[in-house]
Every structure is written in structure tokens, then in C-alpha cells.
């Protein structure tokens, strides 16, 4: 029997911002796959592509950004494909949770609305069974009385319970390949622990491949089992991230594991061992009441 396809095929991918003062190159011709079941960590300084790619990967660049080159997602070839088209993949096959939750909920409608919606609207559940399903999917990332919250608007949950809820709305439509650029990163650390933690469960139990973006190595020890190391739109490095970061090549990665070797080791202590493997879902509630 031969190997299962990729989830995601990527070749010679470039994004280009073509801008009044000239081209910025932010992703200049990468090429990566990404096995079902993976979690990849992209990795680097704050301006090396990630997001570029991230966004180029769900069609997401907007102008004056052009994107070249292939991303092939099952049979199919995203790069150039009609927004239409885009469209009734995204959310459904292959879906995104950003950094900021205040950007991605709608502050006028209630949790429980905006998840029945996309159940109602994408799955054609009633609304009866959409609201049975948000109130399963609330539970499941770790909120708690999920019944009870579902009337209550974005700014009545806390950032990280938003978090939480914004994944919860990227994965109910069960996608292939999760995309999360940086969504931790403006929560403190021990929420953060709790989002990692999460993320990684649903990833397993869920057997999705995710697509995890950071700056912060020691984020990406807690989330992914590989990596790709990006610098100025290109990537220095790609392999097992223990591997990586154990032995790595190139000097710009040893730059970034230098860069907080202290914080480094205290991720790692948060991190679940092989002991704990079932990382006990829902994750980190304990961390945060709201
Ligand atoms: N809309 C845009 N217009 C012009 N340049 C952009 C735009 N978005 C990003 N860039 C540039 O592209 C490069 C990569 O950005 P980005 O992918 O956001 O990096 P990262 O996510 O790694 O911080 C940076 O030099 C950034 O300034
Ligand atoms: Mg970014």
C-alpha cells in the first residue's frame, strides 16, 4: 500500500506585495508538504512570511499582495482559484483561527448564534440541532456551562475563552488542516499553556494536520512535532523539531534558540510528557473561570 497523499502540497510558493514605494518579497518561493495528521510549526522572526504563507495557503492575501505558484490541497489547486470556490472550502476542508479573537467574532451577535450559524448555514442543520452542536463544540474546547453561555456576546468572555471560542468555530465543520497564525500570542502565559494544550488535543483526537504559526520556539515545542524555520521569505530549515532544536543547522535557528533559552525550558516544564497522553480535555480550564 502506498503512503496516504499529503493534506497539503506546497511548491515554489511566492507572495509579493507590490506596494507604491516598491516589491516586497514577503514569501519568495517555498516549498513544503504537510502529512495528514501533522503538526507543523512555522517558525521565525516577526516579518520573515509566516503569515504571508498562512494567508496565501487559504487565498486570504488580499491586495496588493499576488501569490505564484502551487498549494494543492487533495486533487485540487487553491493558488488561483475563485473566491467562490475558495469558499466553500475554507471552513469546511481547511480552516484558519487568527491572533486577534476581537477581529474574528462579531461583537453585535451571541456566542451561541454565531456558532449555530455556521452549522445552519454550512451543514444545513435546523436550528434546534445547530444549537444542540454549538453547545457540544462550546464543552469540548473548555467552556464551561456552555448551555447557559450561549447568549452572551464576545465581550462577556475573556481573551482566552474567546480564543477558545474562535476554535471552536474553525473547527466545526471538521477541517482536514487547521491554520493558526500566532493565536496566543496576546495571552499570557499560563492561559497560552491552556490554548496550546488544547489545540494539540484536538489535533489528535480529531487527526487533523495543523498548521501552527509562531515566533516563540518553545510555543512551538508545545504544539508541533515538526517544523519549518522561515527567514526573510524563505525557509533555512525543515525537519522533527526536536531535532531542530537539538541540533540545528542553520545559524539563524541556533540565533532563535538563543534568543530565550531560560523561557525555553520553562515551556518545556508545561509541556505534557508521554504520561500524560490524553492531555485531558477540556484543556486548562482551570486556568480561567470566564
Ligand atoms: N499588506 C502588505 N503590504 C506591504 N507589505 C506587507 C503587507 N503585509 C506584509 N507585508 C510585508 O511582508 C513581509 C512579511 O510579513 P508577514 O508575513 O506578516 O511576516 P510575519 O508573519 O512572519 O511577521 C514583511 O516585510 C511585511 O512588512
Ligand atoms: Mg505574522
Same mark, same amino acid.
Given at each position: 500500500?502506498?503512503a496516504?497523499?499529503?493534506?497539503?502540497?506546497? +511548491?515554489?510558493?511566492?507572495v509579493t506585495f507590490?506596494t507604491e514605494r516598491?516589491d516586497?518579497p514577503?514569501?519568495?518561493?517555498?516549498?513544503? +508538504?504537510?502529512?495528514?495528521?501533522?503538526?507543523?510549526?512555522?517558525?521565525?522572526?516577526?516579518g520573515?512570511g509566516?503569515?504571508?504563507?498562512a *494567508?496565501?495557503?487559504?487565498?486570504l492575501?488580499?491586495?496588493?499582495?499576488?501569490? +505564484?505558484?502551487?498549494?494543492?490541497?487533495?486533487?485540487t489547486?487553491?493558488?488561483?482559484?475563485?473566491?467562490?470556490?475558495?469558499?466553500t472550502?475554507r471552513?469546511?476542508e481547511?480552516s484558519?483561527?487568527f491572533?486577534?479573537?476581537?477581529d474574528?467574532?462579531n461583537?453585535v451577535f451571541?456566542?451561541g448564534?454565531q456558532l449555530?450559524?455556521v452549522?445552519?448555514a454550512?451543514?444545513?442543520?435546523s436550528?434546534a440541532?445547530?444549537?444542540d452542536?454549538?453547545?457540544?463544540?462550546?464543552?469540548?474546547v473548555g467552556?464551561?456551562?456552555?448551555?447557559?453561555?450561549?447568549?452572551?456576546?464576545?465581550h462577556?468572555?475573556?481573551g482566552?475563552?474567546?480564543?477558545?471560542i474562535?476554535?471552536?468555530?474553525a473547527i466545526a #465543520?471538521?477541517?482536514?488542516?487547521l491554520?493558526?497564525d500566532?493565536?496566543?500570542t496576546?495571552?499570557?502565559?499560563?492561559?497560552?499553556a491552556?490554548i496550546?494544550? #488544547?489545540l494539540r488535543?484536538?489535533?489528535?483526537e480529531?487527526?487533523?494536520?495543523l498548521i501552527?504559526?509562531?515566533? $516563540?520556539?518553545?510555543?512551538?515545542?508545545?504544539?508541533?512535532?515538526?517544523?519549518?524555520?522561515?527567514? *526573510?521569505g524563505r525557509i533555512?530549515?525543515?525537519?522533527v523539531?526536536e $531535532?531542530?532544536?537539538?541540533?540545528?543547522? *542553520?545559524?539563524?535557528?541556533?540565533?532563535?534558540?538563543?534568543?530565550?533559552?531560560?523561557?525555553?525550558t520553562?515551556?518545556?516544564d508545561?509541556?505534557?510528557?508521554p504520561? *500524560?497522553?490524553?492531555?485531558?480535555?477540556?484543556?486548562?480550564v482551570s486556568?480561567e473561570?470566564?
Amino acid at each position: 500500500m502506498s503512503a496516504a497523499p499529503p493534506a497539503l502540497e506546497v +511548491t515554489d510558493l511566492a507572495v509579493t506585495f507590490r506596494t507604491e514605494r516598491g516589491d516586497v518579497p514577503a514569501v519568495r518561493g517555498i516549498s513544503f +508538504t504537510l502529512e495528514p495528521g501533522e503538526s507543523l510549526a512555522i517558525l521565525g522572526e516577526s516579518g520573515s512570511g509566516k503569515s504571508a504563507t498562512a *494567508h496565501s495557503l487559504l487565498g486570504l492575501v488580499d491586495p496588493p499582495g499576488e501569490v +505564484t505558484g502551487s498549494v494543492r490541497f487533495g486533487g485540487t489547486e487553491l493558488v488561483g482559484m475563485s473566491e467562490r470556490d475558495l469558499n466553500t472550502i475554507r471552513g469546511r476542508e481547511l480552516s484558519m483561527v487568527f491572533q486577534d479573537s476581537l477581529d474574528s467574532l462579531n461583537p453585535v451577535f451571541s456566542i451561541g448564534s454565531q456558532l449555530g450559524e455556521v452549522f445552519r448555514a454550512r451543514a444545513g442543520l435546523s436550528r434546534a440541532a445547530a444549537a444542540d452542536r454549538a453547545v457540544e463544540l462550546m464543552a469540548a474546547v473548555g467552556i464551561r456551562d456552555p448551555r447557559q453561555r450561549m447568549n452572551d456576546y464576545p465581550h462577556q468572555f475573556s481573551g482566552g475563552m474567546r480564543q477558545r471560542i474562535c476554535i471552536a468555530m474553525a473547527i466545526a #465543520l471538521d477541517p482536514n488542516v487547521l491554520i493558526a497564525d500566532e493565536p496566543t500570542t496576546a495571552l499570557d502565559v499560563t492561559i497560552q499553556a491552556g490554548i496550546l494544550r #488544547l489545540l494539540r488535543t484536538l489535533q489528535r483526537e480529531r487527526d487533523m494536520s495543523l498548521i501552527f504559526v509562531t515566533h $516563540d520556539l518553545a510555543v512551538a515545542r508545545m504544539v508541533a512535532d515538526s517544523v519549518i524555520v522561515m527567514r *526573510h521569505g524563505r525557509i533555512v530549515e525543515r525537519g522533527v523539531l526536536e $531535532d531542530v532544536f537539538r541540533n540545528p543547522r *542553520h545559524p539563524y535557528t541556533q540565533a532563535l534558540l538563543d534568543a530565550h533559552p531560560a523561557r525555553a525550558t520553562r515551556w518545556q516544564d508545561l509541556r505534557p510528557g508521554p504520561e *500524560h497522553p490524553g492531555l485531558a480535555t477540556p484543556a486548562g480550564v482551570s486556568d480561567e473561570k470566564r
